[in-house]
């Protein structure tokens, strides 16, 4: 960059000679309120936590067979849970798609899923596992793991499978504890 010949500074200051600094404005930002921080050292551990804990309780390897996965109730509860369930007396308050995702993956989802609705006070969830309409032998693989696994978590009272409208056989409408 060469630098500024005189007469081009001296054009320069003839312009702008009558200049005048601007003043300062009487304003005043407002207060806002800081975002909340996020507990992100905390979050990591219970990801990690949750990972371990499904791998080494759901590793794949229970292949026992629920007699009629398409629902379940926790004992001692009314069976009319079940049909209010499937009519969606309770709104579904949050999704869970696990389309695309191998089994393991799934189950860890699901696990870090449910965890989330329990500290958000959710009620009742759908997670959709698909009808295994792409998978090898057109078998359904994420749909008797996930429902194996929430026939294990205290927190999970019940579950449908709902009506067609809201995902049918490929899905489960889970209802949780409060």
Request: proline letters at 7%; aromatic letters at 4%; hydrophobic letters at 40%.
């Amino acid at each position: 960059m060469k630098p500024p010949r005189e007469e081009d500074a001296n054009i320069f200051r003839e312009a702008v000679k009558d200049a005048k600094p601007i003043k300062a404005t009487n304003r005043v930002e407002p207060y806002r309120i800081p975002p909340s921080p996020r507990p992100a050292k905390r979050e990591e551990d219970e990801r990690a936590v949750l990972d371990e804990l499904s791998r080494l309780a759901f590793d794949g390897s229970d292949d026992v067979e629920i007699e009629d996965d398409a629902m379940f109730l926790r004992p001692g509860l009314p069976r009319d849970i079940l049909r209010k369930l499937r009519r969606t007396h309770w709104v579904i308050q949050e999704d869970l798609d696990l389309h695309g995702m191998t089994g393991d993956e799934a189950v860890a989802a699901t696990a870090r899923f449910l965890a989330g609705c329990k500290r958000a006070g959710l009620r009742c969830v759908r997670i959709v596992h698909g009808k295994g309409l792409r998978s090898h032998g057109r078998e359904p693989v994420l749909k008797g793991r996930i429902r194996r696994q929430l026939t294990r978590r205290d927190e999970v009272l019940a579950f449908v499978e709902p009506r067609a409208i809201h995902g049918g056989s490929g899905a489960v409408v889970v209802l949780l504890e409060a």
